[in-house]
């Protein structure tokens, strides 16, 4: 029953997500006339750049990814004993509501915005290093060093990205000057939070998909 529940929660998880993405593309593409940037643009704008009829179809189908992200974590272990095992669970779904968050708050609510970003990639660096300590030293199976590693070597990376100091610049923005003399105040053709937000976001699936892979083995 329980290796089920893990194979159809994380199933359904990538293909909601999947599903979501083409949703969200498509509709963007129709609504602003042009396609939808990842190098500049935030998840939340990916939703709000939409026709406001269909917003709740995308927190619909959000809220499904969520909750079988949730429910993979909880079934992932048959019990908890250690406190890397607790960590692991912790983060994973501590992860995944701030992924729904981010799809919700605007980047207009500065503090709430930046708080939610900082605690899910915090929780994507944590579920790494809780993932790979679980896997290097695994009570209930097969224990895998190269596994341990490739979270380890990811959860470093994470850290360091999160240190980048070019990060604390993120609101500035570039100026272009007009032929009347105004200045026009533009987003850069590489907009770091936003690099940031979808790459966290991308090294969440990841983590997603190495917890699957290890059930083949362990």
Do not use: C
């Amino acid at each position: 029953m329980g290796d089920s529940v893990l194979h159809v929660s994380f199933f359904i998880g990538v293909f909601l997500f999947i599903i979501t993405l083409i949703f969200q593309l498509t509709m963007y593409r129709y609504k602003q006339g042009r396609k939808y940037s990842f190098r500049n643009e935030l998840p939340f704008e990916l939703v709000q750049g939409v026709d406001q009829k269909y917003i709740h179809y995308h927190y619909i189908l959000i809220f499904g990814v969520i909750l079988a992200q949730v429910l993979f974590a909880f079934n992932y272990l048959p019990q908890l004993i250690y406190w890397y095992e607790y960590l692991l669970v912790a983060s994973v779904t501590l992860s995944a509501i701030m992924l729904y968050l981010l799809f919700f708050i605007k980047v207009f609510e500065v503090k709430r915005h930046i708080f939610v970003f900082v605690v899910q990639a915090l929780s994507v660096v944590t579920s790494f290093v809780a993932f790979g300590i679980f896997v290097h030293i695994n009570i209930y199976g097969t224990q895998s060093l190269p596994f341990a590693i490739v979270n380890y070597v990811l959860a470093f990376i994470g850290l360091i990205l999160l240190f980048n100091s070019r990060l604390r610049r993120w609101p500035i923005m570039d100026k272009v000057l007009q032929q009347d003399g105004t200045v026009l105040i533009l987003r850069p053709r590489y907009f770091l939070l936003a690099l940031y937000e979808w790459g966290f976001i991308i090294l969440q699936f990841v983590q997603f998909i190495l917890m699957y892979v290890f059930l083949f083995f362990r």
